[in-house]
């Protein structure tokens, strides 16, 4: 079991940056991936981006290329997802997540086994 904890959500204004992070514990020497989703209220879960926890890849969706960054540290369990210039529909509950399944399409929200409680980001315009 992994458990995952998230925090650093908040109200921003647009233009401006937010830190989230999600420190992992438990069975981490098991995890393939890591990453970030999030779901605004009356849409579908949406990838935000991931990382792979072993080697680093990085994968990105468009509508944040650019302006999000997903990094790791490794001897801290915790992955985190830095968003810059940040625009109201950025607005939304972003949840973490880890999966141990090696090879996992890290940008489908179904191989992650492990979620955490969510945060939510606003941001005002």
């Known amino acids: 079991q992994v458990q995952l904890v998230e925090s650093g959500g908040g109200l921003v204004q647009a233009g401006g940056s937010l830190r989230l992070s999600c420190a992992a514990s438990?069975?981490?020497?098991?995890?393939?991936?890591m990453g970030w989703f999030r779901q605004a209220p009356g849409k579908e879960r949406e990838f935000v981006a991931a990382?792979?926890?072993?080697?680093?890849?990085?994968d990105v969706n468009d509508p944040v290329k650019g302006r999000f960054t997903i990094s790791r540290e490794y001897a801290k369990n915790t992955v985190y997802l830095q968003m810059n210039s940040l625009k109201p529909e950025d607005t939304a509950v972003y949840y973490c997540?880890?999966?141990?399944?090696?090879?996992?399409?890290?940008?489908?929200?179904?191989?992650?086994?492990?979620w955490g409680q969510g945060t939510q980001v606003t941001v005002s315009s």
């Open positions: 997540a880890a999966t141990n399944v090696f090879g996992s399409a890290i940008w489908l929200a179904r191989p992650y086994a492990y």
């Open positions: 990382i792979t926890w072993s080697a680093g890849s990085t």
């Open positions: 438990g069975r981490t020497f098991s995890l393939y991936a």
